[in-house]
């Protein structure tokens, strides 16, 4: 079984009711495309995805199930609403919120256990790939928020270079074939079908480097920020990634 291929997109916090029409001119078919809306969207973006391929999940949830933890919300009732993933451990959950990696992995476990599949973030900074310490942070994040209960079927991996996201700055192709041969190489050494798990790259992609980025090996698809927000920007995306 070949890793699936999957579009993703983060909404981050941007969006509201009216952008839901964005969805009207995106299908999916091809491969898998997921769209993360801020979580106060989720259900109506459930409701408006209903009848077409087009998957929902959310950007981050907590690692209770329930309880008092004002202001979070839990796996469950992301699932509850209808959202199939969630992503986690995102730079910028990191950077905002201080949350490390046993963080990202106890949330991880938590979400696999509602029945979400997780899109779980790593990524160096760019004083990190300065000093050459790109490799052993990647593995250092990966072995660390990757918990030992996930598969193939629920978990995705997405490489987003810290210094790559929202700049227009992106790696050249054989730094992410790099960073990427890491991944398949650790994930298949640790999960017996780390072979399958999707790959995505994330930062900066847009419509005119979706194709180049796409045959880079091991890259199974992209999570897209900025050029996930208008149906304009994002289908050549999953087009170019349907073609790839
Ligand atoms: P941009 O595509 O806007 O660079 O954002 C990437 C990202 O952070 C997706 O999670």
């Keep these: 079984m070949a890793p699936q291929k999957i579009a993703a997109g983060n909404w981050k916090m941007n969006g509201d009711l009216a952008a839901l029409t964005q969805l009207d001119a995106l299908t999916a078919d091809g491969c898998q495309v997921l769209i993360c809306p801020p979580s106060v969207l989720i259900h109506a973006m459930v409701q408006k995805a209903e009848g077409s391929a087009i998957l929902v999940g959310g950007q981050d949830c907590h690692d209770k199930t329930s309880g008092a ?14 959202a199939s993933h969630v992503i986690l451990g995102h730079s910028e959950r990191r950077a905002d919120h201080g949350e490390t990696d046993a963080d990202v992995s106890a949330k991880a476990i938590t979400a696999h256990q509602a029945g979400l599949v997780t899109v779980i973030c790593i990524g160096e900074t760019e004083s990190q790939r300065d000093s050459g310490e790109t490799l052993q942070v990647i593995a250092t994040q990966l072995a660390g928020s990757v918990p030992d209960c996930a598969t193939a079927d629920n978990t995705v991996i997405a490489y987003e270079p810290v210094w790559a996201i929202g700049t227009g700055r992106t ?27 999707s790959l995505l790259y994330g930062g900066s992609v847009k419509a005119a480097n979706a194709t180049q980025i796409f045959a ?28 790839a």
């Design 216 to 243: 880079i090996p091991h890259v199974d698809g992209a999570l897209v920020g900025g050029a996930s927000l208008k149906a304009d920007d994002f289908a050549p995306i999953i087009a170019a990634l349907t073609a």
């Design 171 to 197: 790696p050249t192709e054989d730094q992410i074939a790099e960073v990427h041969a890491l991944l398949r190489d650790e994930l298949g050494a640790r999960f017996t079908d780390g072979a399958n798990m």
């Design 69 to 82: 933890h004002t202001g979070d919300i839990s796996a469950e009732q992301m699932r509850d609403v209808g």
